[in-house]
């Protein structure tokens, strides 16, 4: 316990107290003031406080704050001891918000902003941060795409998008500063996370705040004896999902049947035919011959013994031939079931007056799914993500006025395993790709490939094995000296800053190369399929390990200077700031290879005037070096107003209604982040680039001679500034019932203009690469609805928070060039990244559907079925010929029943890319929610979060029947007249679906889920024989993340990355233990 | 005292830091510091930088259109020279020309075959005004030299302007480098061929006759007016310069008005004939000062696989730099930039080049039968046969086929051995050639520019984009219709039968030589990208392309012991040739920006 002493004085008197919380628990480190005075100390572990020698008590007032609760203050009088009962504010929240370049009191922010703090992260038993605020925010969208260690990080959107051509990424600052890189943080080390929303929030970011502003706030040390606290927690991962594949029996009959239903395909148009007869016939003679891939009875029959060698009277099976015709479950041979990760961190915090401190150490290491056991390098190859962090947050008092703080973090990343850098393409077409009948993979410990199967699949362990693997090794170093000065003397609330950030980043990578000797196995002539005959096919070359290599790295240095205001008197508040910063960044990687530099100016000016009527102004003036001189630099403003009902004097005291505020605000925020084609454009004013590419040769054989190319680059635009996001707000927020209840309600809606893109309409014939133009624009609007409930029932308390968030936008001018009659394909006037493509009218489910048929069913190929319009009638062609059903295939493709119709849009009498339209939902959600809730009984704890989105939509891109990959269960549900005729659930075309026309609207799923996303259950004991070994509290639990999910088109994988090829989502349970001292 | 001096001091420090770096408020803070980025005029300073230009102008310009990446096949798929497979797996492989869309009748805006695509032309164009505008700021070449350049840029924009025409008919002529306000619809067929000839004439003046060996490559005078002579070959053609009687065939691709000028002459003038004589005869009269002539040693056959023993026509394009190539792709093999150039047009042009993986580019049995026999007769392929190197060896065809076209059990090189195209039969399995993937295994395929001498090295093989034998076979056609047969035209073409060692042609009318040096144009330019614009310029296409095409299925058998390979033939497809094939259509998004047409039309070519 630390005591501040004040000058003493006679008249003086002890006063000491304890501070508890709602269930008569001591609470340790409350922050108690003596109102009106800088004395002030903080509660004991015992939840204890005592001032000596105290003038005048009588006369004071003591003022009690901690996080998360509500403030109280509380007259001395004429007692000497006092007994404080605090209760948990009922946000949940503290009462302080983190603001751009500050801070405020929640009861007069005007601004939208939303907060997460640290005890919510810490329940997801993620590795990084990102994945952590799924469902936590409102206003947040978070997109996981991967679940490989260490490239797992959620892509974060706040209120949607709002531009098409720029970077839709929010700003990230930790600390104050801007940082590149904040997911490989520990979450231990947090105390809140915001999202700044509204342009009052985020105009003093100017032109890098108009996708909105995630600010990381660390922990800081507190006044006291030193809390120790140790948490130390496994967990075990498994996928969310993997596709199911089917076996070797069903794969090679679904092939002969594509085969099958692949000969219609290419001759229906043969002249020999004239009747359904005709193609019986010649199918029947020929179709085995004219299949890719034709596999016999005899076949068929050893694919279904594959896996048995006796029969049942223990006899040798004579069709069992594992060698040449093998059942190979490669999921199982590939992946494990589960994978460990385990963390563990430790953090003292304390102080005494003059010095406070925070220090954290956290270990993380997260293992990945491969089996590694038949690889050259077993644990080289083996996926793993190893993080150490540091973390120093020192305050220094050098006296009442002058505050120095020194923060230092460090993130040292070692990532390791297969070398899957292009891993997408290596999941689709070696791991997904991998049929059941190529090869039974490992024979002996070689790797084998039947001699007549070559042309149909790889042997995935042989080339997974073959990658080699590579560990990555980041080292992140971010730094800030802050230096705070009071300036009472020359004016009551004045404050100057100072702050110098340095940050720096080193990555390295090493690998190695294990070339796989590989073998092919040739049937015994002697006739014994089970001893066949082995014969290496290449070299066998020794593994070789790479020493290190660069890889990247960075510096960037930051620099800040600052003037604070905030003052009382009478009934008014005011504040100001206003603050300059200069930013360089150092990187090789950039192009061109020079400093990239911000410059800009912030200012703030707040007023309140009795708590009721609040307004508040900011702006940015920033410059940015992508644009000329005279252009370079933007004003952006914003404002904002409150008025707090609740506080009126008309306003009448009842304990429905207790706190009404409503809020708005408009300012405008910039974007100068240009994205073409993946790259972010610089210096977009220069004039006519040229870059050296390309080239030729010249001279003859033994003479010839290379010349490198150049050839003109990016045209100048000199004319080239930021897009502006003006933005509007309006909201309340209020607390009902007692207070139980809290909620926040906000509708915004955003203007972006001057998006910088390309014109569409510039004819071909210039092909001059034009630079972007500030031509674009988008509009984006929503609401977001927080609800918080807190109570108990007796002894048991328990809370419910819920959020929902809708967004959507609309592209309402971009420069694309849509022929006459086209306008359907215009992307202006629809949500941005809207598809276009063909919209499908179902499957054709019986011959009917194109042809009169006879009475076995079969089609009558002279009467064809005529193709209706939008109204129901006939219609023609542009040559006037009536238009058939049958002749609506993509590009003229031929159908039969399970092909998927498509609606002929311009009605033409074909299909084709005129026919694409714009159509369906994007994959940024319309609505996200999160849904959590929680209880505490004496020791117990237990809370859980739902999560979801919908109003989303993903295109598949990898399907079954494509070419040579291995079929899903979803292969299992396609169409075939059969099961067809007996109701069967159809989920796919036929197998000979025309997959150059599957572009369309049939392989667009709705993606909308609903997760438990995570859960917890956790036990706090305080016995008092552990307070004797140091011991303040333990508390063990066991949480999980993405435990149960809830969607419509599950069979098609996790609907959060619908489609995407790559590393699947993973599942965690976790158990934990943490220790405070 | 102690503290507020303190305070003072600090206060001081504080605000002279803020001062400090308000200071760097300033545009100088972001300037772009010096260097990083190349303009125009670092390229156009030095005549070391400005070669660099010059070399990308080849490289987007002077393109064989010979297979080049992964989704490029041979030009040639969408004539009856190929026939490219078209099973689910294969539709790639045709993807640059689409020709899979070509062939069935659905080719569409979106899918013409325009190789590279309509943009790479006038990215090419644009290239070569740029660098035709800013050679003379070059500060340390001499004259003679930026004289040369501009040579060679006006003969690159003419270049990819005649390729345009060939495509689309008239187009666009864009003589400078453009910004965004542009305004330059289509031009008439008439303006269109006098503004290429012109620049051809202008790229002559400038050009030299000939050019160090180190420099082989790049144009000459030569080449120049080789291009102008193909341009007035094909303006004289009736596609363009269509007779009364022709008129009907041409129904679907012709609008009937006055918009019909961005498709031919309006009315038929025999005398372009005599200019694209006169032109073909320029280039034959200028070889010999260029260095140029016809690679002709007296040795028609090909006997062995070395240089020696390969025959003339062979080496035309397996020598590299021979003398009959008035410009050949000299960047196609060996660049440094990448194994793809390489490999992947083996692998597209091919499948004989790798065994296993790689194209199958089939011969149609309609295109082999437009080889004449030896003796200069015509022969059709029976229905099948009991042994097919045996019947092929036997037939005694036009000595070109041996080295054009490889067949199953063809003797190919050291290297490949016999070639074994058959399906599996009597317990042996499917050929090396053959596939896995049932139609693949057709027993026909070309394999020209495929090289067999020096081990089936790729660098020696030169991909010609004008070669001498053309001019004479352009003289002689040209001459032909404008005033028949005469000894000159029978010169010409007898010159290019007899270095083949086909008997000369003689005593035809004018009909029969005009069928007689088509048949002889197809076969001596065979897969060289002059079938398609021959077809089309003839009024042929609607026949040849709108027939059944066949092809050989050989399956391996054992007689007395030893395998032969009896063949039957089998469909291939039925081609669709529409009459709106004649002029390819532009993209929606270009109709779409309303420049090519006029206030009343949108440009779009006739039937799209």
């Not at chain 1, 070797?248 to 085969?259: I, M, P, V």
């Not at chain 1, 063909?838 to 006879?854: H, P, R």
């Not at chain 2, 007779?243 to 002459?265: I, M, Q």
């Not at chain 2, 990208?529 to 021959?534: E, G, L, M, S």
Request: glycine share 8%.
């Amino acid at each position: 316990m630390i005591i501040m002493f004040a000058i003493g004085k006679v008249m003086a008197q002890n006063i000491s107290g304890v501070v508890v919380d709602s269930k008569a628990l001591p609470l340790p480190g409350v922050t108690v003031l003596v109102k009106g005075t800088s004395l002030g100390c903080s509660t004991d572990i015992n939840g204890n406080f005592v001032f000596k020698n105290l003038t005048n008590p009588a006369q004071k007032t003591l003022v009690f704050s901690y996080l998360g609760y509500d403030k109280i203050e509380k007259a001395i009088a004429d007692q000497s001891s006092l007994r404080i009962v605090m209760q948990e504010s009922s946000t949940g929240l503290s009462e302080v918000v983190v603001v751009g370049y500050g801070s405020q009191k929640k009861e007069s922010v005007t601004a939208a902003i939303s907060t997460v703090s640290a005890k919510d992260l810490i329940q997801a038993p993620t590795a990084n941060i990102s994945n952590s605020l799924a469902g936590r925010l409102s206003g947040l969208i978070t997109v996981q795409n991967s679940g490989k260690p260490g490239a797992d990080a959620s892509d974060l959107y706040i209120r949607g998008v709002g531009t098409y051509s720029s970077s839709v990424s929010p700003l990230v600052m930790v600390d104050g500063v801007a940082r590149d890189s904040y997911n490989n943080i520990d979450p231990n080390e947090i105390e809140t996370i915001s999202i700044l929303k509204d342009a009052s929030a985020t105009a003093v970011f100017g032109v890098r705040g108009a996708n909105g502003v995630v600010l990381i706030t660390t922990k800081r040390g507190k006044a006291g004896a030193p809390k120790i606290s140790l948490s130390a927690q496994t967990a075990m991962n498994e996928f969310t999902g993997l596709p199911n594949f089917v076996n070797s029996f069903d794969y090679a009959s679904l092939q002969n049947e594509k085969s099958f239903e692949t000969y219609w395909i290419n001759h229906a148009k043969d002249a020999d035919i004239a009747t359904w007869a005709d193609f019986v016939t010649k199918r029947d003679a020929n179709w085995k011959k004219e299949a890719a891939h034709y596999y016999s009875d005899d076949d068929l029959l050893k694919y279904k013994n594959a896996h048995t060698p006796l029969l049942a009277n223990g006899q040798t099976n004579p069709n069992y031939d594992p060698y040449f015709h093998p059942d190979t479950d490669w999921q199982s041979r590939i992946f494990k079931k589960h994978s460990y990760q385990s963390q563990v961190n430790l953090n003292i915090n304390g102080g005494t007056e003059s010095m406070k401190y925070f220090v954290s150490l956290g270990y993380l290491n997260q293992n990945g799914m491969f089996k590694t056991d038949y690889m050259a390098f077993p644990d080289d190859m083996a996926y793993t993500n190893k993080r150490y962090n540091i973390r120093g947050n020192f305050d220094f008092d050098i006296n009442k006025d002058f505050r120095v703080s020194v923060d230092l973090g460090y993130q040292h990343e070692v990532q390791g395993g297969l070398n899957l850098d292009n891993e997408g393409w290596m999941w689709e077409k070696r791991i997904m790709w991998s049929n059941p009948i190529t090869t039974p993979g490992i024979v002996d410990g070689k790797f084998v490939m039947p001699y007549t199967n070559t042309k149909i699949g790889e042997n995935p362990l042989e080339e997974i094995a073959g990658m080699g693997y590579n560990n990555t090794i980041k080292s992140t170093m971010t730094s800030s000296l802050k230096l705070k000065y009071k300036l009472d003397r020359i004016l009551d609330g004045l404050s100057v800053n100072a702050r110098i950030a340095y940050d720096s980043y080193f990555q390295t990578r090493d690998g190695g190369a294990t070339p796989t000797l590989w073998y092919k196995l040739t049937p015994n002539s002697n006739g014994d399929v089970m001893d066949p005959i082995f014969s290496q096919m290449s070299e066998e070359i020794p593994p070789q390990r790479w020493a290190s290599w660069y890889v990247g790295k960075w510096r960037k240095v930051y620099g800040e200077g600052s003037l604070n205001y905030n003052h009382s008197f009478g009934k008014h508040d005011i504040g100001a700031l206003a603050l300059y910063n200069v930013e360089k960044k150092y990187d090789p990687s950039l192009t061109p290879d020079l400093p990239h530099a911000y410059l800009g100016m912030v200012g703030r000016a707040t007023y309140g005037y009795d708590g009721r009527y609040l307004a508040e102004f900011n702006m940015g003036y920033n410059g940015s070096e992508n644009f000329p001189k005279g252009l370079r630099y933007g004003f952006l403003p914003a404002y904002s107003l409150g008025w707090v009902v609740s506080n009126e004097a008309f306003f009448p005291k009842n304990d429905i209604v207790t706190y009404l505020k409503f809020r708005g605000s408009v300012g405008k925020v910039g974007n100068d982040n240009v994205i073409v084609n993946w790259v972010s454009k610089r210096y977009l004013y220069l004039p006519n680039t040229w870059n050296y590419s390309g080239g030729y040769t010249f001279g003859t054989l033994g003479d010839r001679n290379w010349v490198g190319g150049a050839e003109e680059g990016t045209v100048g635009n000199p004319n080239v500034t930021w897009e502006t996001a003006t933005k509007s707000n309006i909201g309340f927020e209020t607390k009902l019932f007692n207070s139980k209840l809290s909620a926040t309600f906000d509708y915004f809606n955003e203007n972006r203009v001057d998006i910088l893109s390309n014109k569409q309409t510039i004819p071909d014939i210039v092909q001059a690469t034009l630079p972007p133009y500030n031509l674009g624009q988008v509009k984006n609007w929503g609401w977001e609805l927080e609800l918080n409930w807190r109570s108990n029932f007796g002894k048991l308390d328990y809370w419910i928070k819920g959020n929902l968030s809708h967004n959507k936008n609309k592209i309402v001018f971009m420069d694309e060039a849509i022929a006459d009659g086209l306008g359907y394909q215009s992307a202006t006037g629809r949500p941005i990244n809207q598809l276009l493509m063909l919209k499908d009218k179902g499957l054709y489910t019986s011959w009917a559907d194109l042809y009169q048929v006879d009475a076995a069913g079969n089609p009558i190929l002279s009467s064809p079925v005529l193709a209706l319009d939008k109204t129901g009638q006939p219609y023609k062609n542009a040559a006037g010929n009536p238009v058939y059903e049958k002749d609506l295939g993509y590009n003229g493709a031929v159908l039969q029943p399970g092909e998927i119709g498509f609606e002929d849009v311009n009605q033409d009498g074909v299909i084709d890319k005129k026919d694409n339209i714009r159509i369906g939902k994007t994959n940024i959600p319309e609505f996200t929610f999160g849904l959590s809730f929680g209880f505490g009984y004496k020791g117990f704890d237990i809370s859980a979060l739902l999560q979801g989105v919908s109003g989303v939509d993903r295109y598949i891109s990898t399907r079954p029947f494509n070419n040579l990959e291995a079929i899903t269960e979803v292969g299992l549900t396609r169409f075939t007249l059969e099961r067809s005729a007996n109701g069967e659930d159809i989920q796919f075309p036929i197998a000979a679906y025309n997959s150059s026309a599957a572009y369309n609207t049939y392989f667009l799923k709705d993606a909308s889920y609903v997760r438990l996303k995570n859960m917890e259950v956790g036990y706090t004991v305080k016995p008092s024989f552990m307070k004797k070994v140091g011991i303040s509290s333990t508390r063990i639990y066991m949480n999980g993340s993405n435990l149960l999910t809830f969607s419509r088109n599950k069979i098609w994988g996790d609907p959060e990355n619908l489609g995407n090829n790559g590393y699947p989502l993973i599942r965690t349970y976790n158990v934990g233990l943490n220790v405070n001292f | 005292m102690n503290k507020i001096r303190t305070t003072i001091i600090s206060t001081v420090a504080i605000v002279a830091m803020l001062c400090l770096s308000t200071t760097g408020c300033s545009d100088d803070f972001l300037e772009k510091p010096k260097g990083g980025a190349v303009t125009t005029d670092t390229i156009f300073h030095t005549q070391n930088e400005a070669r660099k230009a010059v070399a990308q102008m080849y490289n987007t310009c002077v393109t064989s259109y010979f297979a080049k990446d992964w989704s490029g096949s041979r030009p040639e798929s969408i004539t009856d020279e190929l026939y490219l497979l078209h099973g689910s797996n294969d539709t790639w492989a045709g993807q640059v020309i689409n020709t899979q869309y070509y062939v069935t009748g659905n080719m569409s805006t979106e899918t013409n075959c325009d190789y590279g695509g309509y943009s790479s032309h006038y990215n090419g164009i644009r290239h070569a005004n740029l660098v035709f505008e800013n050679i003379d700021n070059v500060a340390d070449a001499t004259v003679e030299w930026k004289n040369d350049v501009k040579g060679q840029a006006i003969f690159c924009r003419a270049l990819q302007h005649y390729e345009l025409f060939r495509y689309y008919g008239g187009i666009p002529l864009i003589d400078h480098s453009l910004h965004e306000d542009v305004n330059y619809p289509r031009r008439s067929i008439k303006a269109v061929v006098e503004t290429i000839v012109k620049w051809c004439d202008d790229a002559a003046a400038f050009l030299p006759e000939t050019r160090p060996s180190a420099d082989f490559g790049k144009v000459t005078k030569l080449a120049a007016l080789a291009l102008k002579a193909r341009v007035l070959l094909y303006a004289a053609s009736p596609q363009y310069n269509t007779p009364d009687n022709l008129k009907g065939e041409l129904t679907g691709a012709r609008f009937g008005d006055a918009r019909d000028s961005v498709l031919c002459y309006p009315t038929y003038d025999k005398e372009r004939w005599k200019a694209a004589a006169d032109a073909s005869k320029a280039v034959l009269d200028n070889a010999a000062i260029a260095g140029v002539s016809l690679f002709n040693t007296g040795k028609p056959l090909t006997t062995g696989e070395t240089y020696a023993t390969l025959g003339d026509y062979e080496s035309v394009w397996n020598v590299y730099g021979n003398s009959e190539i008035i410009l050949a792709n000299t960047k196609s093999i060996e660049a440094p930039s990448g194994w793809e150039t390489d490999s992947w047009s083996l692998y597209m042009s091919s499948r004989l080049f790798y065994s296993s993986w790689g194209i199958k580019n089939n011969v149609p049995n309609e295109f082999l039968q437009l080889y004449e026999k030896r003796d200069g007769t015509k022969w059709t392929l029976p229905e099948s046969g009991n042994d097919l190197p045996v019947y092929i060896q036997s037939l005694n065809l036009d000595p070109r086929f041996y080295q054009t076209i490889a067949y199953d059990g063809m003797y190919y090189c050291g290297q490949k051995g016999y070639l074994d195209y058959y399906r599996a039969g009597d317990g042996y399995p499917d050929g090396k050639l053959c596939g896995a993937e049932g139609t693949i295994g057709f027993a026909i395929e070309t394999f020209k520019f495929i090289p067999r001498v020096d081990d089936m090295n790729t660098k020696h093989f030169t991909w010609p984009v004008f070669r001498l034998a053309e001019f004479y076979l352009s003289y002689a056609e040209a001459m032909n219709e404008y005033s028949g047969p005469s000894q000159a035209t029978y010169d010409a073409i007898n010159i290019i039968r007899s270095r083949a060692g086909m008997p000369n042609k003689a005593g035809l009318d004018q009909v029969g030589f005009r069928a007689a040096i088509q048949n002889e144009r197809t076969i001596e330019l065979a897969y060289e990208n002059n079938r398609y614009n021959d077809l089309l310029r003839w009024l042929t296409a609607p026949k040849v392309l709108n027939q059944s095409l066949h092809g050989i299925i050989t399956t391996a058998k054992k007689v007395n012991g030893a395998l032969t390979r009896p063949w039957v033939t089998e469909l291939f497809m039925n081609r669709i040739f529409p009459k709106r094939y004649y002029y390819l259509p532009f993209s929606n998004a270009e109709i779409s920006k309303k420049y090519l047409g006029n206030k009343d039309w949108n440009g779009q070519n006739p039937g799209w």
